[in-house]
């Protein structure tokens, strides 16, 4: 079993649509962050979460330390927003990845 | 503007081959990072370094070389011995150790020919 899941695996949309996207973790962590990877190739961070939750723009992260749990949601969705989006854990020496998110949104 | 700098950006090796990708950081950060990612998986850690002069292993470093002789430059070197080596490399950094955010650059994809 993955330390880091997420899900769904792949996901489609049409514009303005609402998002979520799941991340479920086993282990306990110092943080857990948001990243998007566009499609060629580079990697942005998105958010970094210990608690609570975290707004910027369209993108909404929080986080659930006793379920183990984080979504990512996205309002009002727009092709823009079509990338891979990763899940990744920090332990205190290292970052654990989830497999990503693909998310693709049609005009 | 600051930022990572990986090249090239597409890399091909021919059998018994040694190849080095580049990464470069102006960003004055401490610590470096290079992943590997396949697809369907997570991005893997091959090696990270603290600190100049200094590194160690990741999940998956063997087949993989590095140095970081200078704080700004972080190359690995893909060996021989690396018999799958046909993947998406991406190289990281952040400002310190027990920092958390980390930055990365835009990749390079290397295949095999």
């Known amino acids: 079993k993955n330390e880091v899941e997420q899900s769904p695996q792949n996901l489609t949309a049409q514009e303005g649509e609402f998002i979520t996207i799941n991340c479920s973790y086993s282990v306990g962590i110092s943080a857990l962050h948001w990243l998007q990877q566009h499609p060629g190739g580079g990697i942005v961070s998105l958010f970094m979460l210990s608690s609570g939750k975290k707004k910027h723009g369209r993108l909404i992260a929080t986080i659930n330390i006793q379920e183990k749990h984080s979504s990512l949601h996205i309002t009002a969705s727009h092709p823009r927003d079509s990338a891979v989006y990763i899940c990744?854990?920090?332990?205190?020496?290292?970052?654990?990845f989830g497999t990503g998110t693909r998310l693709q949104v049609f005009p | 503007d600051g930022g990572i700098t990986q090249s090239p950006k597409y890399l091909f090796r021919k059998e018994g081959q040694n190849v080095t990708l580049s990464c470069e950081q102006n960003?004055?950060?401490?610590?470096m990072y290079w992943y590997r990612q396949d697809p369907g998986q997570g991005l893997r850690l091959i090696y990270y370094?603290?600190?100049?002069?200094?590194?160690q292993k990741g999940d998956i470093a063997e087949g993989y070389s590095v140095s970081r002789e200078k704080k700004e430059s972080f190359p690995l070197t893909v060996t021989s011995a690396q018999k799958n080596p046909t993947a998406f490399y991406l190289c990281?950094?952040?400002?310190?150790?027990?920092?958390?955010?980390?930055?990365f650059g835009a990749g390079t994809r290397l295949s095999v020919l």
């Open positions: 370094s603290q600190i100049v002069n200094d590194f």
């Open positions: 960003l004055n950060h401490d610590a």
């Open positions: 990744a854990v920090s332990y205190p020496d290292k970052l654990i």
């Open positions: 990281a950094s952040k400002a310190g150790f027990a920092k958390n955010i980390q930055y």
